[in-house]
């Protein structure tokens, strides 16, 4: 009695639900609609709009290189129009949070995401540590300006595009590939050096 | 051993009998009639106006052209800043359905759903050792760790839903009662949003597990889609 039971009720749910697809199904609209500001119907005019939006478009593209991060693959491309000059892999933002044990700061290590571009290129570059560095490490945060800096951790070149954050070297080539980054590109050091002569200031970098 | 099967197989059968009810060829129609070029300009001419509008601002956006379908040639979303294709993500099954018609211009993501959300760890500060190979003992967030099932939220009543391709038996099946439980939900939503008179639509897009989460992560709320329609005009 109890399955004939639970039988009917699940034929009758069942029936409902189709019920309600079919609805569904009769009610949904395919047609994607046009905004009614477009007015123009005339062929030509059309086209010679589009055009113009096109060339609008293509004007407001990148001229020259620009540099595109892949941060979920850990890649990065160099590239002229469609072109790619250079693919290699790359270390990007971990994602991982750290608080000051005060509590009164935090910091959330993400590779920024957007359109940026090259503000500053530096041969031989030398590692200013932030704050957060030393409250990783458990160190105290040293009063002195010299104290901070470390020579070597960033490789050959360096590519600021804003914030603090740079495209540089590594001396942990074995993580290329991974995102384990405060939010900086890491790279290899012979792509770095062709992305370093490569890039110009004003270059574009886009990152996602 | 009849009602073991029968009990089994019902699922199933609903599951497909709602999926071949749901789902909808995205072909565009042949033909060479001025009125079919006036219409595809139209379409070119939103999707132009809305681009510009998005390179302008300089912000990453989305374009999903539903009219690319075909057999041979998966629908293809786009994720694009300045105009340029930053990367392609193919959809492997795309299903559409809505309560009155979307329009092509900008629709703004406004949040990102997922059952089990991305978590972020905490660093926990701690004194290197000498000689110790810390750094790559260290839990970082990686691909592995994003959601391939979730609903993007978008403006408008838009909601896409991506599944990743499910691997292995047993999370085929799990993928099949959520297609299942998905559908039958927004069958139900179609249904209250037309006595409510609310805008709804839904897209599900079936796509590599890497590329849906590859998606999840490159979306960022606040970023726009623009959405082409896959289905010609009944009147010009």
Known sequence: MIKRIAFISFIGIIIILLTVELFAYYVSSDRPVVPSSIGASNLNELIKKNRTLRKGITGLSPKGFYIVIDTARNLIFLKEGNRTILKTVVSSGSGNILRDPSGKREWIFDTPRGEFEVKGKIAGPKWIKPDWAFIEEEEDIPKNWEDRVEEGVLGDYALAFGNGYFIHGTLYKRLLGRNVTHGCIRVGDEDLETIYKLSRLGTKIYIF | ?236
């Not at chain 2, 006036?38 to 510009?52: F, P, T, V």
């Not at chain 2, 340029?84 to 993500?89: A, D, G, N, P, T």
């Not at chain 2, 939503?189 to 079936?206: G, P, T």
């Open chain 2, 1 to 236: 051993m009849k009602k073991a099967n029968l009990q089994f197989n019902f699922p199933l059968f609903l599951f497909l009998i709602l999926f071949s009810l749901g789902s909808s060829s995205q072909a565009i129609a042949g033909g060479d009639s001025i009125g079919q070029k006036i219409r595809a300009l139209k379409d070119e001419n939103c999707l132009l106006e809305a681009e510009l509008g998005l390179v302008s601002k300089g912000t990453s956006y989305i374009i999903l052209d539903l009219r690319t379908e075909s057999d041979s040639v998966p629908v293809r979303i786009n994720l694009k800043n300045r105009g340029i294709v930053l990367r392609e993500f193919d959809a492997e099954r795309i299903r559409y359905r809505r309560t009155k018609g979307l329009v092509i211009e900008p629709i703004p993501l406004i949040k990102k759903m997922a059952f089990f959300p991305l978590k972020r760890k905490e660093i926990r500060p701690h004194k290197p050792e000498d000689g110790a190979d810390t750094i790559s003992q260290v839990d970082f967030l990686e691909l592995k760790d994003i959601p391939s099932n979730y609903t993007l939220s978008f403006g408008k009543g838009l909601l896409i839903s991506i599944a990743g391709q499910p691997k292995g038996l047993i999370s085929r099946f799990i993928h099949l009662i959520r297609s299942t439980l998905i559908h039958i939900r927004y069958s139900l939503a179609i249904v209250w949003d037309h006595f409510w008179k609310n805008d709804f639509a839904i897209i599900e897009i079936i796509m590599g597990n890497e590329d849906a989460q590859a998606l999840y992560w490159s979306l960022n709320e606040g970023m726009s889609i623009v959405i082409m329609g896959g289905h010609p005009y009944d009147t010009i």
